[in-house]
């Protein structure tokens, strides 16, 4: 078990550059989920899959996110047109069905 | 839908003393209960849990919950804290029939004092 992993750590960008992060979910979790943090917020949900399919996303995702997790195992996260308002910590995490969720280390956008 | 409220943003304590941090919650549906931890710069840990049975939960690191049905709490407590424990501490709650996501609170900074 080698832990939920997220790449990169860190990103910034300028405002109305796409990004695209990736989280690679522990190996036998079926369900991984997406979360947003701000300075001083616990996190916020976003959206998540179980395999390969998107079953809940959040009113926060706004048209301009889109995840994917093509193949039931990693997921990525893209942001078109990034605005200052999309500055935060992107979490993922993973589970085994609905068993403990298990959370990577995050990626820390900064869009100046 | 539910929410999850921590009363206190920051609480500082000396090393050795016992510290609780409150939890209180709001649904309509049963929930499960967890706490996280969060260091600097890292993702979220999980402490302990409450899913059925006992209302008194024990966790890593020492730590315990009371599940409290008809106050709608779930208070974390601790003996004894340590200047390791240190660090964000986050309630949740996650409907018992749904996809499970979890509605964090806004987080509890415990910082340990010598």
């Known amino acids: 078990d080698t832990g939920v992993s997220q790449n990169p750590r860190h990103k910034i960008t300028k405002r109305g550059q796409n990004v695209t992060f990736r989280c690679d979910p522990i190996?036998?979790?079926?369900?991984l989920y997406w979360y947003r943090q701000t300075l001083g917020q616990g996190p916020e949900f976003l959206t998540y899959?179980?395999?390969?399919?998107?079953?809940?996303k959040s009113r926060l995702l706004s048209d301009r996110f889109s995840a994917e997790r093509p193949k039931g195992s990693f997921s990525t996260l893209e942001i078109q047109r990034t605005e200052q308002g999309d500055s935060a910590m992107y979490l993922c995490a993973s589970s085994f069905a609905v068993d403990t969720q298990y959370f990577g280390p995050g990626t820390r956008l900064t869009v100046l | 839908a539910q929410s999850v409220t921590q009363l206190d943003s920051q609480v500082p304590v000396f090393e050795e003393a016992p510290v609780e941090l409150r939890c209180n919650y709001s649904s309509s549906v049963s929930v499960y209960l967890f706490w996280y931890v969060q260091y600097p710069n890292q993702g979220l840990q999980l402490l302990l849990k409450?899913?059925?049975?006992?209302?008194l939960v024990k966790g890593i690191n020492g730590f315990e919950a009371e599940f409290n049905k008809s106050q709608t709490s779930f208070h974390l407590r601790k003996p004894s804290v340590h200047i390791s424990d240190t660090a964000e501490y986050f309630c949740?709650?996650?409907?018992?029939?749904?996809?499970?996501?979890?509605?964090f609170g806004t987080g509890t900074q415990l910082k340990v004092e010598l």
């Open positions: 949740a709650v996650s409907m018992t029939g749904g996809g499970n996501k979890l509605t």
């Open positions: 409450y899913l059925s049975g006992s209302t």
């Open positions: 899959f179980q395999n390969e399919a998107q079953l809940e």
């Open positions: 190996s036998e979790h079926n369900r």
